[in-house]
């Protein structure tokens, strides 16, 4: 578990609605299954996409799983990196307390529960995209 | 292949998983572990327990590691360990473990 390997910087950018296209929860299962492989993982949620994370979504009306609870887990899955695009949230009325208050406990810090969540502006975005070594976008 | 239990029909996947999660009953994990040539011990009924409480609450099963590094914080470090979960389940816990649970494969399990 402990090798060394080449780690890279990989950003997944959501974009999209929850519902109505396959693309949030497609992104959220590859991201569950590349996170076993101990890169440097970042999510981004932007436009329609910072509905992904809103609170209290119900699905019983549209017969789809209500996969929403899943980013609850990120935290155990060791991403600890979520970024939401401020201007995103403004242009459609939320704020964070519209969104899930998503956290990871820190095993070296005595399983300290710590924010994972992060809300950035549109500049601080674009240079963390920069940053990236591969952005894979849904 | 559809799972007979208690005079009932179950129907699972080609590879025995459960088809519907809701269907499911202890007596399923019993049958599906006796078709295995295992038997479920008290051991093996935390780990099933924790892995329906897991879903229940995130809607998805755990990764092994995941499912390792939890189990260790809930129930001590000498049982969230690989070797204590592979001892209680040889197919692979969260495989093996999942699926008497009645839940889908991990996701990322190959």
Same mark, same amino acid.
């Given at each position: 578990?402990?090798?060394? !390997?080449?780690?890279?910087?990989?950003?997944?950018? &959501?974009?999209?609605?929850?519902?109505?296209?396959?693309?949030?929860?497609?992104?959220?299962? @590859? @991201?569950?299954?590349?996170?076993?492989?101990? *890169?440097?993982?970042?999510?981004?949620?932007?436009?329609? !996409?910072?509905? *992904?994370?809103?609170?209290?979504?119900?699905?019983? !009306?549209?017969?789809?799983?209500?996969?929403?609870?899943?980013?609850?887990?990120?935290?155990?899955? /060791?991403?600890?990196?979520? +970024?939401?695009?401020?201007?995103?949230?403004?242009?459609?009325?939320?704020?964070?307390?519209?969104?899930?208050?998503?956290? +990871?406990?820190?095993?070296?810090?005595?399983?300290?529960?710590?924010?994972?969540?992060?809300?950035?502006?549109? /500049?601080?975005?674009?240079?963390?995209?920069?940053? *990236?070594?591969?952005?894979?976008?849904? | 292949?559809?799972?007979?239990?208690?005079?009932?029909?179950?129907?699972?996947?080609?590879?025995?998983?459960?088809?519907?999660?809701?269907?499911?009953? =202890?007596?399923?994990?019993?049958?599906?572990?006796?078709?295995?040539?295992?038997?479920?011990?008290?051991?093996?009924?935390?780990?099933? &327990?924790?892995?329906?409480? +897991?879903?229940?609450? +995130? *809607?998805?099963? =755990?990764? @092994?590691?995941?499912?390792?590094?939890?189990? !260790?914080? #809930?129930?001590?470090?000498? #049982?969230?360990?690989?070797?204590?979960?592979?001892?209680?389940?040889?197919?692979?816990?969260?495989?093996?473990?999942?699926?008497?649970?009645?839940? =889908?494969? =991990?996701?990322?399990?190959?």
């Amino acid at each position: 578990m402990e090798e060394e !390997g080449i780690v890279k910087k990989f950003c997944y950018m &959501n974009r999209k609605a929850p519902y109505g296209t396959i693309y949030a929860l497609e992104s959220l299962e @590859v @991201v569950l299954i590349a996170a076993a492989f101990d *890169q440097d993982i970042s999510l981004v949620f932007a436009d329609d !996409g910072v509905y *992904q994370l809103t609170k209290n979504q119900d699905t019983d !009306g549209i017969g789809m799983k209500n996969f929403s609870k899943t980013y609850s887990a990120l935290g155990d899955y /060791d991403i600890k990196k979520i +970024y939401v695009e401020k201007e995103s949230l403004e242009e459609r009325g939320l704020t964070t307390d519209d969104l899930q208050a998503l956290k +990871y406990e820190d095993e070296d810090d005595d399983w300290a529960e710590k924010d994972s969540l992060f809300v950035v502006g549109r /500049d601080e975005l674009s240079k963390i995209i920069n940053e *990236q070594d591969v952005v894979l976008s849904f | 292949m559809p799972l007979e239990v208690n005079g009932q029909s179950y129907e699972t996947d080609e590879e025995g998983y459960l088809a519907d999660l809701n269907q499911w009953q =202890p007596d399923l994990a019993e049958a599906m572990a006796t078709a295995d040539g295992a038997e479920l011990s008290e051991n093996h009924w935390e780990v099933i &327990n924790f892995l329906r409480e +897991y879903y229940e609450e +995130y *809607q998805i099963a =755990p990764a @092994v590691r995941v499912l390792t590094k939890a189990i !260790g914080k #809930k129930l001590g470090k000498d #049982k969230g360990n690989s070797k204590y979960l592979y001892e209680l389940f040889p197919y692979g816990p969260a495989k093996q473990a999942c699926k008497y649970a009645g839940l =889908p494969k =991990p996701t990322g399990c190959v």
